[in-house]
Structures are given as structure tokens and as C-alpha cells.
């Protein structure tokens, strides 16, 4: 009678999957100008929440909800670990805007062979960096969201009673070997409460640890030689740490930028990678991709219509100027993403963009041509996936 039980319970289990899965509806599909390659989603909540993998035509080649036991997951992506090609994502709990798990390094068959240590999920990115003795290993950087004590009286918020409490992010490199943290800093440590445009409201109104103000929100790290490239949501503001001491080498974008800004504007974006820059051989001189919201979910409404962009960066004149801007197929009806998104460069200079919480992943070309297009969709729920990406296919088959 029992195993009778557990047999109906766990058919139950995965006929709920089945029908909760995701679809993804293809509205342009350029086959002669799009990367070959396959799509990678995770779906962060819900009865559907697992990592999936789409061909490009559709066609779901891998379903992993329920594999990895329930939490949300994301950032679901191909990652080099130890030389070798694998999967990382990251599941755990989120609430207010931001995480606790692990992050996950798995084979082709979908078996874990790492387990990092807690982190939120803004960032799970493997590099390879140069160690103490010269050789290159791979170094992982992470986001880490602590709540801390502060006095906000200044905010609105009374500092008595456990009240006051703000949200301390940290940017961690750790070396998964061994776990070591190679390298720590803080957001509370370099950047004033002041520089935020996200003041203490709703679910992060600082009155208790689990309420805390998240003033700052990183939402990308990415290694810049030695020093690191931090973007903040909630500053609007794209910061240059030092790798040696921590200090802020300049800031791009919101209230105290070093850079005047041609052409384009930088609202709660996310996603900030170094970007190629053909024939450019000047080292101050060098193009950042982001997907810029223009939008947020805790500061209403939306001040425009989300982008992915690519902007050159210019260290020797103090400006910034708009090279490419990719815009969404659904832009004359508006398409403001509170939440995530990305951007991702491609063979042929192609780019792979996700909307973030406006649910559809795009393809355009280097000058700007949309050559695919696809929504992607939970029965009965709302689908989101925090980033998107695309490459070979790398896993076992549903």
C-alpha cells in the first residue's frame, strides 16, 4: 500500500511537470543570419521552475525541473570548470529582490561535481585568472547580499527596536578549489547610502532584517585586468574597483559619474560585460555591452522603453558614447523590464539578448537587424527567466 503511494505520488509529481512546463513561441527566425545554437532558460519560480534548453526553432531538448529537488533557479548557462566544458546555475530561496543558495557546477549528464558556498544569484561567473604563482586557474565571482544594523534616521526609518537595517552587497572571487575568498568588497564599505535612487519602501523598508533596505543591488561583476567592473541597479551606476585595495577607481552613470554620457542614459541597468572593440588599440579606449531597464520595479513608472546597448567607454576624455542599441520587437507597445536581462555577444558579432522579466529572448545583428525573435511561456503562471543564453548544446536529452 505504501509503495503503491509513493509510485501515484511521484506520477503525480512529474505529470504536473509535463503539464507546467514552458513553451517557446518563435516569431522570427532568420535562419541565414542567426548563430547556430541552442537557447538556455531558467525558470526562477512556479510549478515550472527548473533549467531548460530550447532548439531554435522551438522544440524544448531538455527539461530539468524537478532534478535538482525545489527552489528557484538561475543564471542557467555553459560555464569552463577545470578546463572542461559545463553547466552552472545557481537554486536556492529568493525573496525582496535578492537570494541565498549555491551555486552548482554539473556535468553533461546533469550530476553535480561542485557545490560552491552561499551566494545570491546576480552572479555565477567562472574565469580564468592569473594565481599566486603565475599559472592560470579558475576563480569564481560571486554576489553575496547581507543584511546589516545601520542608523537611518536620516532615511526615515527609526533606529530603535531592531530597526534599521540595510543590505550590504559584497563582491566575492573565490577560488573553488578550495573555497578560499580571494577577494571581498563591500558595498557599505565605498559607496554612501546617498548615492542610491531606491529609498527605503514596501518589502525593503529597513524596519527589520528580513525588510532590509537594498540600497545598492549588484546585479554583474566581470574582471577588468586585475580590477573589477561592479553595476549597481539601484545607483544606476557602472563602478571600476581596484583588485588591489578596494577603492573605486571611477564611476559611469548615476549621481557622481566621472563620465559624461553621449547619447544614451543608464537607468537600473544589468549585465555589464567588456565588450569586443575591432581595431581599437588604445587601452583607455574600450566598448561595455548592459542591457540598460530603464526601469525598476521599486520606483514607479517606467522613465523608457528597455535596451540592450553597447557603449564605448573613453578613460582618456571622460566620456561614454552609444556605439549600438538593440531594441525589442514589441517597443512601439511598450516594453519596460523592471527585473534581470542580458546581453550576450556572438560569433559574426551577433547578439543574444534576454528581457529579463519581460519574458522573450532576441537576436540581432551588429548594425542592429532583428533576426530572431521568441516568448516563452508558463500554462496558468507568469514566466521569468533573470538572464538568457545561447551556445552548443551541452547535457542529456529530456
Sequence with gaps: MLLTSVILGLCYCLSAVAQNAPSLTVTVN????????FIYLAINTGPAAGPYVFDMDGTMVFNGAGKLGSGAIHDFHICTYQKVARLCLWKGTTAQGYGRGQALILDNQFKTIKT????DYHELKIIQALDAGYQYSDTVLQTVYTPVRRDLSDF??????????VVDCHLRAIDPATDRVIFDWSSLAHVPLNE????????INGYSETFAWDYFHMSSITRMGSDYLVSSRHTSTIYLVSGKDGSIVWRLGGKRSDFKLEGFSLDSQHDVRLAPYPGQTDANVFALSLFDNEYNTFVQ??????????IEVNVNTKTARLLHQYDSPSRDIGNPSGDGG??????????????????????????GKLVYAARFGVPGSSAYSYRAFKGPYLGPKS
Design 30 to 37: 532568420d535562419k541565414s543570419s542567426v548563430v547556430p545554437g
Design 116 to 119: 560552491l558556498p552561499t551566494s
Design 156 to 165: 526615515g526609518v527609526p533606529y530603535e527596536d531592531n530597526q534599521g537595517w
Design 196 to 203: 542610491t535612487y531606491v529609498y527605503p519602501t514596501g518589502a
Design 301 to 310: 513608472p517606467p522613465k523608457g522603453l528597455s535596451s540592450g546597448k553597447i
Design 342 to 367: 542580458s546581453v550576450q555577444q556572438l560569433p559574426k558579432g551577433n547578439v543574444f539578448i534576454g528581457w529579463g522579466s519581460d519574458a522573450q529572448v532576441t537576436e540581432h545583428t551588429a548594425d
